[in-house]
């Protein structure tokens, strides 16, 4: 069945250091990738999306990459900042005759040190 | 706007209990989801709607119904609930526009 694996599951960085997150799908008409930040006991919230017809999105500090060919993308979040501490998933969509569904990462917990 | 607002929040229930799950959103949109997460497992779907009147299986079904009578809402029933059903429930809807899901506040339901 369709599947999207995250990795890694745990990420621990220093404050103003890098984190990188990745996602493969195994769906290749998948066509839109968004990625959600989620606090304890509270509700994913997006933070950023692609579409199949973009390799890279930037949002700040935030930026996320597609690689088609291979099925995988990737979310890259600079200058680390304790706020940034949370769960975040990435997601893989598509349309089938007209319907919707998006099917889920694990989720990654990141923690940024001080 | 209030966005996709869910309740109640929490509730316990002893095993063979029925509740429903109430989801509603002010956007319009055509598109609601029912997921469950669970530690470790992310988010599940359990069933979604396409639109007024119509429902549909998601991943997970087993356990569940659902009904979308109205556009705004989309409820979720458990009617003999199980200990495997203590999770945190989501419900989305999705924007038409752009594609993107907003998630409710979520409800924690634990079941003995």
């Known amino acids: 069945g369709e599947n999207v694996e995250q990795h890694p599951s745990t990420l621990s960085v220093q404050e103003g250091d890098s984190a990188v997150i990745k996602c493969t799908y195994s769906d290749s008409a998948s066509n839109y990738f968004p990625w959600y930040k989620q606090e304890l006991g509270k509700r994913p919230q997006l933070i950023i999306d692609?579409?199949?017809?973009?390799g890279e999105k930037k949002d700040q500090r935030i930026a996320v990459t597609l690689n088609k060919t291979a099925k995988h993308f990737s979310l890259h979040i600079t200058e680390t900042q304790p706020e940034d501490s949370a769960v975040y998933f990435c997601?893989?969509?598509?349309?089938?005759?007209?319907?919707?569904?998006?099917?889920f990462g694990t989720g990654t917990r990141l923690k940024v040190l001080a | 706007n209030a966005g996709v607002t869910q309740t109640p929040k929490f509730r316990v229930l002893k095993t063979g209990q029925s509740m429903t799950l109430l989801c509603a959103q002010d956007m319009n949109h055509e598109y609601m989801y029912w997921y469950r997460q669970d530690p470790g497992m992310g988010l599940r779907l359990i069933h979604y709607s396409v639109g007024e009147g119509t429902t549909a299986k998601g991943e997970v079904p087993d356990g569940y119904n659902v009904s979308r009578l109205k556009k705004q809402n989309f409820l979720l029933g458990l009617e003999s609930a199980a200990p495997s059903q203590t999770s945190v429930y989501f419900c989305?809807?999705?924007?038409?526009?752009?594609?993107?899901?907003?998630f409710g506040p979520g409800t924690r339901l634990t079941v003995l």
């Open positions: 989305a809807s999705r924007d038409p526009g752009l594609g993107r899901q907003f």
């Open positions: 692609i579409r199949s017809n973009v």
């Open positions: 997601a893989a969509s598509k349309s089938t005759s007209g319907t919707y569904k998006y099917i």
